[in-house]
């Protein structure tokens, strides 16, 4: 799986939009770009995915660049309760196969700040 | 409804027990995990099964049992536990539709060896 990198940390003032970038500049024309959270003390949590189109859902948008090297997650309207780890993880996906496994990075820690 | 419930949340023992967490879905998925994230925060997959058939085993020492009763139960057995063995243990399943799959993840157990 393609290794992702990612800013540390990242403040964002709440109700603004939160934009969340990651790198992935060896990403394969199979591999998705996945979004998971991890809120401080509890599991993690899906966000959203994308293999080559932007994507939306209730939660949040993936923007992937026409070269898939990069991406970013935005948060529309973020909240105190966005404050937490977010995780960029790039992989492919095989019926039953080892590749279904996800690899954690150490992610970006986003401070939602009143 | 709870989607991937652990049990117990909370197990504190002494050096040289054993001890067992257990996992269960309700989603239907036939594929399930132990993913371990230690003091540092580091989340890592341990094991996954698929349709209660092992397919991935990372480099964990064979202390860790995990057994799959049926395809909505993981439990996972630790022998002579040590105080390395300290961590989250968090269970996910997922399910592949469409080419990709989702993985959801348990509120994880939160293991303290004395």
């Known amino acids: 799986d393609a290794k992702t990198t990612q800013p540390p940390s990242m403040d964002c003032a709440e109700g603004r939009a939160a934009n969340l970038p990651c790198n992935h500049s060896?990403?394969?024309?199979?591999?998705?770009v996945y979004w998971y959270r991890q809120i401080h003390s509890q599991g993690p949590q899906y966000i959203i995915h994308?293999?080559?189109n932007n994507e939306t859902n209730e939660m949040a948008s993936l923007i992937i660049t026409e070269d898939r090297k990069s991406s970013t997650l935005i948060l529309p309207h973020a909240t105190l309760r966005d404050t937490a780890v977010y995780y960029c993880i790039v992989r492919s996906v095989g019926y039953g196969g080892a590749t279904n496994k996800l690899i954690f990075g150490t992610g970006t820690l986003l401070a939602v700040q009143p | 409804d709870t989607a991937v419930s652990q049990t117990p949340k909370y197990l504190v023992t002494q050096m040289g027990n054993d001890k067992s967490i257990k996992c269960e879905q309700n989603l239907g998925h036939d594929t399930m995990y132990w993913y371990k994230q230690d003091s540092k925060k580091f989340l890592k997959i341990m094991f996954s099964y698929n349709n209660k058939e092992l397919i991935i085993n990372e480099t964990v020492p064979n202390r860790f049992s995990p057994k799959s009763p049926d395809k909505a139960h993981l439990n996972l057995h630790i022998n002579s536990l040590e105080l390395g063995d300290s961590a989250v243990y968090f269970c996910a399943s997922s399910q592949i539709q469409g080419g990709t799959d989702t993985q959801y993840f348990g509120p994880g157990t939160r293991l303290t060896v004395l």
């Open positions: 994308g293999l080559k």
């Open positions: 060896t990403i394969s024309g199979n591999e998705y």
